[in-house]
């Protein structure tokens, strides 16, 4: 590790990017602070612990590239093992050490060519740069259901799990779809007396074949971190040239070979065609976020599991009344809704350049030049921050290759060359009209509601190719910055 020095650096969470982002500031030699609202690290595998948690990118791809790991019990790992993964990488790394925890940063400002920094606890610092690694699927969204606080029941969010309420043969209902509402559901239905589940839009499910590691392949992993990096390589480039460099394009082949996988998992697992025709989307498959299960479909068939589709009229003391007049009476209701995708670092007040906030820069909805810096906030690096690649990518790899852009600008701050970088309004401007214009070719816009939609439901994930987002990410472009 090398001697710490200027120019001093503010990381704010200590989840998957933040452990990055420390990591390799210590070693650049960057005198830096971490700062983490919680007491653990972890961001979004400690908030998530709900039954049936996995990642749904394959684990040795869902590792930093510097540290693979031989132990991964499964293709696509628990939720727990990635949390402990975390720590454990935290700790020999010496992030642990560095992170401040307990310590909910409130404001920040650029005053004087410096960040000062403002916590709830009385915390003051200052910083010449600031990374922001506060998450994207951070704060839940709890639907506006009508009589939601009058159940007598157990109610949570998926990201909020209450471990003290048992579930074990009891009633459950889950609202929502998606990839959490999923992987609820499939682990649940064999432990619950019944399991409800409240569908407002039918998901395509892609089979994965989530087999485990056999000790002789944890063994010959140890042995040989090589074979760790061949199989990193390998699901790599099926992920990236297999479905993420197509998602760009709605029309391509892949796109439409994936929905017709998709489709004849839907006709082969399925039995009962009423039920069949329920789970049927009717809108092209990738234009959600990709579901990967291997036993949702087994778990909705069983006889103590039921689809309901009709929309749900209210919450009631002893259940959820849907709109056909039935109340489907629970012991727990789990919200699997989704979380509240337009905040990024807020609600910490961000005062940029000559007391411009953030809201006021985001007035029309966030975004980011190159999905990294906004104009007017010199020195203020948002990772996995708004226009981001975050569809069925690993966001470990997004990061990695974010931070190896923010690390150039911070060594040209540290030459000397220049304090203060923040994009040109002219070079977001041009990104954005590039940006929306490709968005409207992706498969996000083919015509479903997600939450890669914006309010006018144009996608605001990166939406050119990730070869491209791979390409920007090999340096700055220092024309587009307004240098100081
Ligand atoms: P989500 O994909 O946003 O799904 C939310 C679900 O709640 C949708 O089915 C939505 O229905 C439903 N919903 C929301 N408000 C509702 C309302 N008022 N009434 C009825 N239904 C309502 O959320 P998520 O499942 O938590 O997943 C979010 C993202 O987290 C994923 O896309 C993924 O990126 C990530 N994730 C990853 C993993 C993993 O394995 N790596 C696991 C879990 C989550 P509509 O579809 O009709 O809007």
């Known amino acids: 590790m090398a001697a710490q020095g200027g120019p001093r650096v503010v990381v704010i969470g200590a989840g998957m990017a933040g452990i990055l982002a420390s990591i390799e500031l210590a070693e650049a030699g960057y005198e830096h602070a971490i700062y983490e609202k ?36 499964h293709r696509f790992a628990p939720g727990a093992e990635i949390q402990a993964y975390f720590e454990d990488v935290a700790r020999r790394h010496g992030v642990d050490r560095r992170i401040r925890y307990g310590t909910e940063i409130e404001r920040l400002c650029f005053e004087g060519g410096r960040w000062r920094i403002e916590g709830a606890n009385g915390l003051r610092d200052e910083a010449d740069a600031i990374v922001a690694a506060t998450g994207v699927l951070h704060h839940p969204s709890i639907p506006d259901l009508p009589g939601l606080g009058t159940f007598e029941g157990a109610c949570f969010h998926s990201a909020r799990w209450d471990h003290s309420v048992a579930v074990e043969g009891r009633r459950v209902g889950v609202v929502g779809t ?49 074979a760790i990096l061949r199989v990193r390589e390998e699901v790599a480039d099926q992920y990236i040239n297999g479905f993420s460099n197509h998602l760009s394009d709605m029309d391509s082949p892949q796109l439409q070979a994936i929905h017709q996988f998709v489709q004849a998992n839907l006709e082969a697992q399925v039995r009962d ?54 109340l489907h009476e629970l012991d ?9 995708v337009d905040r990024f670092l807020r609600p910490i007040e961000v005062v940029g350049r000559d007391g ?13 030049y190159m999905a990294l810096v906004v104009p007017g906030f010199p020195n203020l690096f948002l990772l996995n921050g708004p226009n981001g690649p975050v569809g069925n990518f690993s966001l470990i790899d ?28 002219a070079a977001m401007n041009r990104f954005d009209a590039e940006r929306r214009e490709a968005a409207k070719r992706t498969i996000w816009a083919s015509g479903c509601r997600s939450w890669y939609l914006d309010a006018d439901s144009l996608p605001t994930a990166w939406p050119f190719t990730y070869d491209r987002f791979r390409e920007e990410m090999r340096g700055p472009r220092l024309e587009d910055f307004d240098l100081r």
């Open 273 to 326: 065609p009423v039920l069949r025709e329920k789970l049927r989307p009717d809108y092209r498959a990738g234009c959600k976020r990709m579901i990967l299960s291997d036993g949702f479909y087994d778990a909705i068939q069983r006889p103590n599991a039921e689809l309901v589709t009709d929309a749900i009229e209210r919450i009631e003391p002893r259940g959820v009344r849907t709109r056909d007049g039935v």
């Open 38 to 73: 919680a007491d653990r690290l972890g961001g979004t595998w400690r908030e998530n612990t709900y039954p049936g948690i996995a990642c749904d990118v394959p684990s040795h791809f869902y590792s930093y590239s510097f540290e693979p790991n031989p132990e991964w019990s």
């Open 398 to 425: 997004v990061v990695e290759l974010q931070f190896a852009w923010v690390l150039q600008i911070l060594a040209r701050i540290r030459a000397g060359e220049f304090r203060e970088a923040a994009p040109k309004e």
């Open 178 to 226: 998606g990839s959490s509402a999923v992987q609820i559901t499939t682990e649940l239905a064999p432990r619950v007396g019944r399991l409800v589940l409240f569908q407002r839009t039918p998901q395509w499910i892609t089979p994965v074949g989530n087999s485990p590691f056999t000790e002789e392949e944890k063994a010959a992993f140890r042995a040989d971190p090589q």
């Open 332 to 340: 727990v209701l789990v919200l699997a809704t989704g979380f509240r």
């Open 356 to 368: 411009l906030s953030l809201d006021r820069a985001w007035e029309a909805g966030p975004a980011a």
